[in-house]
């Protein structure tokens, strides 16, 4: 069993920057591959960024791609989202998720574990 909670969430204005960040349970955290999704009132939960077990790999929307980065400090138990020039579209609940193995997982129904949310909201 994987607890994640997420952190860092607030209010930005277009063109600024967050980092959340997403602490996890357990003494495993190395063997789960995390990943961030996001959504937005209304509309269905999107994948966002994914980064393999190790950090190695990466992977991400191409809407966030070059603006968004995703790393991990398994020392830590944690996975960050760094997310510059933010735009008032990107306002949403970011979810924090774990898939058991090596690759974050891309779309809901793979992935094991989710955290509660932060809301994150970008004025214009």
């Known amino acids: 069993q994987v607890q994640l909670v997420e952190s860092g969430g607030g209010l930005v204005q277009a063109g600024g920057s967050l980092r959340l960040s997403c602490a996890a349970s357990?003494?495993?955290?190395?063997?789960?591959?995390m990943s961030w999704f996001r959504q937005a009132a209304g509309k269905e939960r999107e994948f966002v960024a994914g980064i393999s077990g190790r950090g190695a790999i990466t992977s991400y929307a191409d809407s966030v791609k070059g603006r968004f980065t995703i790393s991990r400090d398994n020392a830590k138990n944690t996975v960050y989202l760094q997310m510059n020039s933010l735009k008032p579209e990107e306002t949403a609940v970011y979810y924090c998720a774990a898939r058991q193995g090596f690759y974050g997982c891309r779309s809901i129904t793979e992935c094991d574990y989710w955290g509660q949310g932060a809301q994150v909201t970008v004025s214009s």
């Open positions: 357990g003494r495993t955290f190395s063997s789960y591959g």
